[in-house]
């Protein structure tokens, strides 16, 4: 009845890996199991690769200009990237 | 009114737009001591200090930039009649909210030098007081931004929802930074509770970013408003609605 | 160049010219606002580097769960955004004011989930003036969440017209241009949780 497509695949694919990361970060490495410099590490690359996965398939800009998805790209570095910094200072 | 009188009056009309932007930066921020601002959280004899330290810069500075912040009148008045052009009709609603939201920047600006200037009238007053002038002064403009907010999302819906020009009077991304800009006054009102952090009305998201988004705004804009009026100027189409036939006389304004 | 095509059967690598969904103007909108709240979060950062102890003591008293809901029911609603552009395209248009009205739906779960929190705060007498971690924890996420309240109108609007959109391209990029702001709110918020609970 629905009619499935390939997008619509890649969408949900996505999503779920984007709830199943978020689950590891909010109630897996904050476990005391975890050094907090180690948990700090993992859960800002997982919010990292996160962004990226919301700008390139839910903002669409995987079928954007070049420049467009650099931006994207640049954005996510810079902020993810200063917070690492900041952090690991 | 010839029309070469008429396009020379708008062509100042415009330009006052970026004079302004000059002359604030040049007697508010630096010569009334605004770069940087003032620390709110400061012991009042600090506040004292500071007016007696940089007392004749202070006085001229706020003094000619309560005169030149009427600058952005004639800018306003230019800015509304081009709107009525898109927002043809009897009901130019966008086009009145922009030029109430502009003329009443102008008296939230001034009104925040009034206190300024009160404080440097005399100095020697009571720290405590001058602390509240000061204080004044800045909340002033830091929690009475929505006039101004308000005329530039007036100003930027105007020319995205123009159907007419075949040139838009600014690009699309021009009209979304204007809302930007204008949306970014809002957290200024922590200014009211914070003393001190980027809150605060020294702070980063206080002063360096709606301050500058403002007078960046207003410089950008006019720009466009003065590559419109060269275009329309060029084209002959002096008046929007009724084509002037003597389009060739204008080309000496260029 | 119509966005008609795609949408039955996309092969992933055809060569169809690439194309910014939606807006240029609201994506300048986007990475301006981005940028802003980047810099909010260095402040942040800046500040709890100066005084890590009292930064982290102050976020054990945050609740990790309201957040990490709050990301899941956003997430969630930015997939019903993106399936509901794909209705449109299909021309489904009942079809995507339901997907509108669910997303809208969770974007209502997520400011109530934040009044619930917000409620907590403030039954155990903490405030934005309690100290410097928790003023950046009611500016920031209040800031967000205006953008939230901002995103359920564009949500409540795109929802009520869907109804009777067309398939034209000039349509379809105003949906694109909303779907693009209603992301965004989901983008800062997967950045702004682990930076306010998570970090340690």
């Given at each position: 009845m629905i009619p499935v497509n390939t997008t619509t695949l890649q969408v949900l694919a996505v999503w779920l890996v984007l709830m199943l990361s978020t689950v590891l970060s909010t109630w897996g490495f904050s476990r005391p199991l975890f050094s907090p410099g180690t948990a700090t590490l993992a859960v800002m690359g997982i919010a990292a690769i996160k962004l990226i996965l919301v700008m390139e398939y839910f903002m669409g800009l995987h079928q954007a200009p070049r420049a467009w998805r650099v931006a994207g790209a640049l954005w996510v570095s810079a902020a993810a990237g200063m917070v690492v910094l900041i952090y690991l200072l | 009114m010839d029309e070469e009188t008429k396009v020379l009056y708008q062509r100042?009309?415009?330009?006052?737009?970026?004079?302004?932007?000059?002359?604030?930066?040049?007697?508010?921020?630096?010569?009334?001591?605004?770069?940087?601002?003032?620390?709110?959280?400061?012991?009042?004899?600090?506040?004292?200090?500071?007016?007696?330290?940089?007392?004749?810069?202070i006085r001229i500075g706020f003094l000619v930039a309560l005169v030149t912040i009427c600058l952005y009148l004639p800018w306003v008045g230019y800015t509304t009649a081009r709107m009525m052009r898109i927002e043809t009709g009897p009901y130019p609603v966008l086009s009145y909210l922009q030029l109430m939201g502009g003329a009443l920047t102008v008296m939230v600006v001034s009104i925040s030098m009034w206190c300024w200037v009160v404080a440097a009238q005399r100095p020697e007053r009571s720290p405590e007081i001058t602390q509240m002038l000061t204080d004044a002064g800045w909340l002033m403009n830091d929690t009475v931004y929505m006039c101004t907010t308000l005329q530039m999302w007036a100003m930027a819906f105007c020319v995205m929802a123009d159907k007419k020009s075949k040139v838009p009077?600014?690009?699309?991304?021009?009209?979304?930074?204007?809302?930007?800009?204008?949306?970014?006054?809002?957290?200024?009102?922590?200014?009211?509770?914070?003393?001190?952090?980027?809150?605060?009305?020294?702070?980063?998201?206080?002063f360096w970013i709606p301050y500058p988004a403002w007078l960046i705004w207003e410089f950008t804009a006019s720009y466009f408003l003065l590559t419109d009026l060269n275009r329309r100027v060029r084209e002959g189409r002096v008046e929007e609605v009724v084509a002037s036939p003597h389009g060739g006389l204008l080309q000496g304004g260029k | 160049m119509s966005p008609d095509i795609e949408a039955p059967s996309s092969r992933p690598r055809s060569p169809e010219p690439r194309r910014l969904p939606g807006v240029e103007g609201v994506w300048a909108f986007v990475f301006a606002d981005m940028t802003m709240f980047a810099v909010m979060f260095g402040s942040f950062m800046w500040d709890r580097h100066r005084n890590p102890l009292a930064f982290e003591e102050s976020r054990h008293l945050l609740n990790a769960t309201f957040g990490g809901i709050n990301t899941l029911i956003?997430?969630?609603?930015?997939?019903?955004?993106?399936?509901?552009i794909e209705a449109l395209k299909a021309e489904r248009a009942l079809r995507a004011r339901w997907l509108f009205a669910l997303a809208l739906a969770c974007g209502f779960a997520f400011m109530l989930a934040k009044a619930f929190e917000y409620g907590e705060k403030f039954q155990a007498g903490i405030s934005m003036l309690s100290n410097d971690f928790f003023m950046y924890y009611f500016i920031l996420t209040g800031i967000h969440l205006g953008h939230v309240i901002v995103g359920n109108v564009v949500l409540a609007v795109m929802s009520i017209k869907s109804a009777s959109a067309t398939n034209q391209a000039s349509s379809l990029a105003n949906y694109e241009a909303g779907a693009t702001y209603w992301h965004m709110v989901d983008l800062l918020w997967i950045l702004l949780f682990p930076i306010l609970y998570l970090l340690r």
């Open positions: - | 100042i009309s415009i330009l006052c737009g970026p004079i302004f932007v000059t002359t604030f930066v040049i007697f508010w921020a630096w010569m009334g001591h605004n770069l940087p601002p003032p620390h709110p959280d400061d012991a009042a004899q600090l506040f004292t200090d500071r007016y007696v330290n940089n007392l004749t810069s009077l600014m690009p699309n991304w021009a009209c979304w930074l204007t809302i930007f800009c204008g949306a970014t006054f809002f957290p200024a009102s922590l200014t009211a509770v914070l003393r001190s952090g980027p809150f605060a009305y020294d702070g980063l998201i206080g | 956003l997430l969630t609603s930015s997939l019903f955004v993106v399936l509901a």
